[in-house]
T-cell receptor, first 110, second 119 residues
């Protein structure tokens, strides 16, 4: 199985940058997913990292260090609509199927 | 990105009845789909992996006779909640994994979810 550790909640100001950290322990590594989930809605795919380093995709970037069991999601130029839960999901156990914790609830205020 | 649809988006049913939820991949073929369940303020829990043309693989603790999964085509998987009870009320979400543009990369796309309320 896998243990996922993310902050429960974070707050940030519109226009700012925020970094959401995730540490995990997993038996067998097959990449790591990040998702955004607004309340009452299904998750939206943000990124998938399988190699170490930073992957940039518009305002969102995701970083992975496999040796440290660590990843972060970086959100730039925050907008109010970025208020959501952000889920770090490492597959494990030799599977490629992501498994989820409760995620980090990000609140963006004016 | 790939589009996954679900139907219905919400359903209310009486205790003891069965409810079928459909999950479709609209612009791609999905040999494998996943069914999740999410209770309020809880994390997404994987229920089962649905494979086209074969039996679904259920996660530990999920009753296969209660949650019937059929993946009869490359674009459709269905989840039937049989003899539903109030404790089955939840948000059911399907998803499909697709290969990404880069080597060894995957992208997972979720359907919009189905909110089931059993009275």
């Amino acid at each position: 199985g896998q243990n996922i550790d993310q902050p429960t909640e974070m707050t940030a100001t519109e226009g700012a940058i925020v970094q959401i950290n995730c540490t995990y322990q997993t038996s067998g590594f097959n990449g790591l997913f990040w998702y955004q989930q607004h309340a009452g809605e299904a998750p939206t795919f943000l990124s998938y990292n399988v190699l170490d380093g930073l992957e940039e995709k518009g305002r969102f970037s995701s970083f992975l260090s496999r040796s440290k069991g660590y990843s972060y999601l970086l959100l730039k130029e925050l907008q109010m609509k970025d208020s959501a839960s952000y889920l770090c999901a490492p597959p494990g156990g030799g599977s490629y199927i992501p498994t989820f914790g409760r995620g980090t609830s990000l609140i963006v205020h004016p | 990105g790939a589009v996954v649809s679900q139907h219905p988006s919400w359903v209310i049913c009486k205790s003891g009845t069965s409810v079928k939820i459909e999950c479709r991949s609209l612009d791609f073929q999905a040999t494998t789909m996943f069914w999740y369940r999410q209770f309020p303020k809880q994390s997404l829990m994987l229920m089962a992996t649905s494979n086209e043309g074969s039996k679904a693989t259920y996660e530990q603790g999920v009753e296969k006779d209660k949650f019937l999964i059929n993946h009869a085509s490359l674009t459709l998987s269905t989840l039937t909640v049989t003899s539903a009870h109030p404790e089955d009320s939840s948000f059911y979400i399907c998803s499909a994994l697709v290969l990404g543009d880069r080597s060894q990369s995957y992208e997972q796309y979720f359907g919009p979810g189905t909110r089931l309320t059993v009275t």
